[in-house]
């Protein structure tokens, strides 16, 4: 068996070391950067919050990406809208009752305050327990205090006020970095005797307005009666006057007749009277011809005046 000399020049050692340095070169780039990260990327909506030995700098570092110093940490700090709620919170009123409330404020961290925050409390959830919270909680209470008695959280004016109230006061947290936006009052729970006593006023309410609607429903029905009766007063009246005028008009035409009637025996009076002839012709046009006959004693003599008979002219 042989072997082929391969003969190394001294050019060729030189260019294997330098290429072996600038990979060894790269590899401990490589290895420095998966190591000590000396980058970093600040997602939507956050803001990076750099910090060196415990020195927090004063710049915040902006969404996208970012070459820092590999000895620096980042905190990431979320700019989101957020919500905190809050059940339950007991508000008492000038009464000396106390009422439960629901509350939810929504609000956000100031980007531009981030870093001032992060230095002075720490990341979100602190700024919320720290600050936000405790806040939000005296601001109840003192509200609750301009409440004259307990119902009166029902009332939308009240809540209202309320509301503006806790918003206002809420506004002094943007020193510490918290921009507050919306507060709302999601729920009163009263004492239960308030809720009783709330509970029977609306029933006895609701009772006065069907009584008054009974009321209403009654006086109109008794208007209709009323309007029905003067129609019907009206319409016998009127007949009335009709059978009354009827009766005059009859009453009248009798008169009238029987004043004819006397007045014409009156005149034939008269006139029979004035002339006597009349009366013997009206006796004569009437007899039929016929002699009275009369059944007498054989002894009896009838007696009759033939002058007084006077035949008219034919």
Not at 284 to 313: C, F, H, M, Y
């Amino acid at each position: 068996m042989s072997f082929d000399q391969v003969e190394i020049t001294a050019e060729q050692i030189r260019k294997a070391k330098k290429t072996g340095f600038r990979v060894l070169i790269i590899l401990i780039i490589i290895v420095f950067l998966f190591m000590f990260k000396p980058f970093t990327t600040i997602p939507a909506g956050h803001v990076g919050v750099s910090s060196l030995f415990g020195k927090v700098d004063p710049i915040e570092l902006n969404e996208g990406f970012h070459f820092i110093n590999p000895l620096k940490k980042v905190q990431k700090i979320d700019c989101k809208n957020k919500e905190l709620t809050l059940d339950n919170v007991g508000v008492p009123s000038q009464d000396q009752l106390t009422t439960a409330v629901d509350v939810t404020v929504k609000w956000r961290v100031d980007r531009s305050k981030a870093a001032e925050a992060y230095q002075e409390t720490g990341d979100v959830a602190s700024l919320e327990s720290v600050h936000l919270k405790p806040k939000l909680r005296s601001l109840l209470r003192e509200a609750g205090k301009g409440i004259k008695n307990a119902e009166d959280f029902y009332q939308d004016k009240v809540q209202v006020s309320m509301q503006e109230v806790i918003y206002e006061g809420l506004q002094d947290l943007s020193t510490k970095g918290i921009l507050v936006e919306e507060v709302l009052l999601r729920g009163f729970e009263l004492p239960r005797m308030i809720v009783s006593g709330v509970e029977d006023k609306k029933r006895q309410k609701q009772l006065a307005e069907r009584q008054v609607e009974e009321l209403k429903r009654f006086s109109t029905e008794m208007e209709q009666k009323q309007v029905q009766a003067k129609a019907e007063k009206l319409a016998a009246i009127e007949e009335a006057e009709k059978r009354k005028a009827l009766a005059d008009a009859k009453a009248y035409e009798i008169t009238a007749e029987a004043k004819a009637q006397a007045e014409a025996i009156a005149i034939k009076g008269e006139a029979l009277a004035r002339y006597p002839a009349i009366i013997k012709l009206r006796s004569i046009e009437k007899w039929n011809g016929v002699v009275p006959r009369v059944s007498l004693s054989e002894k009896a003599t009838p007696l009759i005046n033939l002058n007084d008979l006077e035949v008219p002219n034919r």
